[in-house]
């Protein structure tokens, strides 16, 4: 169990890399007359998503349950994909990624990277790391209940973000 805790752990470390280069963009982004859309849901998902760390540790560290090699190793290098995914996702998109929706107005859709096979391709990173992580160390309950949850709010962020890109994308 510890070291699926310190898994979890360099998730997080991880997640705060994430946010110091979206902080970066952020302010770049702002520069250029970068416009903000679904701020109102953007707080919901950092809790969604702090609960998903938490919750498998807390899951693991109270329920106890076997560790399944099987499971185990393939989730873990789901994780591991999850993880490539994502930093494909931010070094394609450079300065326009951003753990928030900003759209720099003018500026063109990016269809390069993962982003010419899908159009979201950051989010399947998201649900795969939700389903995988947990099971690392059968932590069933947290990756249904993140998996639900999380339906839901990428349900709103994907629409949103669709109609700010193509309200202001040229």
Known sequence: MLWFTCLVAAVAVERLV??????????WSRSRGGIEYGAGHYFPMVLLHTALLVGC?????????????????TMVGFVLLAQALRWW????????????????PGATRVRAGPYRIMAHPNYVAVVVEGIALPLVYSAWITAVVFT?????????RIRTEEAALESTLA
């Open 18 to 27: 994430e946010l110091i280069v979206a902080t970066r963009n952020l302010a």
């Open 57 to 73: 540790v807390v899951e693991v560290w109270t329920r106890r349950p076997q560790f399944l090699p099987e499971l185990g190793w």
């Open 148 to 156: 639900v949850l999380n339906a839901f709010l990428l349900f709103v």
């Open 89 to 104: 996702c931010i070094s394609t998109l450079g300065y326009q990624w951003n753990t928030r929706i900003i759209v720099v």
